[in-house]
């Protein structure tokens, strides 16, 4: 009702009409024509057309909660759209939502979404989408930031971030959207990745939405976790039902590697164990321990990736990776966690450092990706690396071990219940709500909670880095001449470290500190390599500036 009053009052004070967009009959009847043209290449082709056929003759069912539990490679993300289009024609839905957990991946599912779609269609909204309001915007970008505002597009892709926060936010801002999540398809990709300490008033939102809002939820994931028992204490009439076709056959089917358990790795003898193979790729948990690692192999064909890395560079180099595995040429990759999410590439082997099993799983979705060899030739590494690992880890590395240690195939569904089953109940529901915002939400404190109720606890602080093609903007930065435009541009060169990282490089002269405003301008130009990213070691280069 608030969300109701604050968009009628703005859109009413703002001269604003109601934006007319292509009916959800026509986005369901394009995405059907895509899917008319694709040629089945395969077997793996087979098994996504047959997965989507019967996915799409369950879209037919009432609104309510429903998992998708397909392996990766499976075809997830057109095929949870084609459900949702299929169920918002069938019920009179309004839009389809779809929840992200990660920025690094969110850009290339809208741009999918938006060639089938239309581009006019498909509002992103992220931290680091925001539409201009100032003497820059074209039309289309007036219509864009009002459909930001309150959500009105027939196709929203957002993060789990934005949507959560919303829901439990207290200024007209955030909410203003709220009302047009009702009579939605609401699709939370990659659902395993709900964070723990947040998990039951995530839970507790979604079995609010579909229980009294018209909302049909689709719990859409290669390693579904063990969310029954949370759904029953607090969404008592809700059922979830599984739209995928015999998930267990299924993961027999899509099973395209091997796994194997090795030991404990110094970065310099990890790289050894790399350089045996001429194509190759190795997930660790830290951007510390990539860069040691990557640092450490052969230089010809080396290649890393990291966050320390602005967006333009990864994705230059991810275009660069992908071409010298079609030709066949030597390709040694070392990554943080960001390759495992939606990021298509297919290597004929996997090393991945161990954490939790829905994250070694998904590193194995980078290893024949396509199928075009035996699961025995296909293996996935799981080691340990030397030294400390992030504590906030601790619990899902044990699960992982234990349930490698249980189960001799780890990607199978018995094996992922077991898994989440051991992380999730392991310290009791108080771990599951650690800052009590079910609590404080019925004790009306409305500030409080939402203040409480942050996703991502990480202090970080943004730090531009200046080049050839953004000289003009970090400018008009420079000059305070700023607007959301062109902070979204620059967000495609912007680097997120820690607090701690960004003081360090302050206090070196290697950033150009404007606190005030939330930013740095990196002016060292030396410590930032388009192969590597930004260095944060600045006390051991830069303390005699």
């Known amino acids: ?45 087979r098994l996504r057309n047959q997965i989507r056929a019967s996915v799409l003759a369950g879209a037919d069912a009432r609104r309510g909660l429903f998992s998708l539990t397909v392996p990766t490679g499976g075809g997830k993300t057109l095929t949870s759209m084609a459900f949702a289009l299929r169920h918002a024609q069938v019920h009179g839905m309004r839009r389809v939502i779809y929840v992200i957990p990660y920025t690094s991946i969110i850009e290339q599912n809208a741009d999918v979404f938006a060639k089938v779609l239309g581009e006019e269609n498909v509002l992103e909204h992220h931290s680091q989408v925001e539409f201009a309001d100032d003497g820059e915007e074209t039309p289309e970008a007036y219509k864009k930031r009002l459909a930001c505002e309150n959500w009105d597009a027939p196709v929203v892709v957002t993060t789990a971030v934005q949507f959560f926060e919303s829901l439990y936010a207290a200024k007209t801002s955030k909410c203003r959207k709220l009302h047009n999540i009702a009579n939605s398809v609401v699709i939370f990709d990659e659902a395993q990745t709900l964070p723990l ?30 969310l029954g028992r949370l759904f029953k204490q607090l969404a008592p009439t809700l059922v979830q039902h599984e739209i995928a076709p015999d998930p267990d056959e299924l993961f027999d089917c899509f099973r395209r590697v091997s796994f194997c358990r090795e030991g404990v790795f110094t970065p310099e003898k990890l790289a050894e164990r790399l350089t045996e193979t001429a194509q190759v790729l190795c997930i660790v948990n830290t951007r510390k321990r990539a860069r040691q690692v990557y640092e450490s192999l052969p230089e010809e064909g080396r290649f ?79 080691f340990e690396a030397e030294g400390k690992f992030p504590a906030s880890m601790t619990q899902q590395r044990e699960a992982a071990t234990k349930a490698m240690e249980e189960f001799e195939e780890i990607n199978t569904r018995p094996a992922i219940r077991a898994y989440f089953k051991r992380l999730l109940w392991v310290k009791g529901d108080e771990a599951l709500d650690a800052k009590q915002i079910l609590s404080s939400e019925r004790a009306c404190t409305f500030q409080g909670t939402a203040k409480a109720f942050q996703l991502i606890d990480a202090d970080t602080c943004m730090v531009y880095v200046p080049n050839a093609d953004n000289a003009e903007d970090i400018a008009r930065l420079r000059a305070g001449m700023y607007s959301k435009a062109l902070i979204r541009r620059l967000g495609r060169s912007g680097v997120n470290v820690y607090r701690h990282e960004y003081e360090k490089l302050v206090s070196a002269a290697v950033v150009e500190d404007y606190g005030q405003d939330g930013f740095g301008i990196l002016i060292q130009p030396d410590t930032y390599d388009p192969k590597c990213g930004l260095s944060t070691e ?8």
């Open 1 to 45: 009702l608030f969300s109701c009053l604050v968009d009628a009052d703005w859109s009413d004070t703002g001269g604003e009409t109601e934006s007319q967009y292509t009916s959800v009959d026509t986005l369901a009847a394009r995405l059907a024509a895509h899917f008319a043209g694709f040629t089945e290449r395969g077997e793996l082709d």
């Open 197 to 226: 300490p947040f998990l039951i008033p995530c839970v507790s939102a979604i079995g609010e939405l579909v229980q009294h809002y018209g909302v049909t939820a689709v719990l859409c994931t290669a390693t579904q976790p063990a």
């Open 304 to 382: 890393h990736l990291s966050t320390l890395m602005i967006p333009t560079d990864r994705e230059k180099t991810l275009d660069v990776i992908r071409e010298r595995l079609r030709n066949g040429q030597v390709c040694r990759v070392v990554s943080t966690s960001l390759v495992e999410a939606g990021v298509d590439v297919d290597f004929p082997s996997v090393w991945r450092e161990l954490a939790g099993l829905d994250s070694i799983l998904q590193a194995a979705g980078r290893c024949n990706r396509e199928g075009r060899r035996s699961a025995a030739e296909s293996v996935v590494h799981v």
């Open 538 to 545: 600045a006390e051991d280069a830069f303390l005699m500036i």
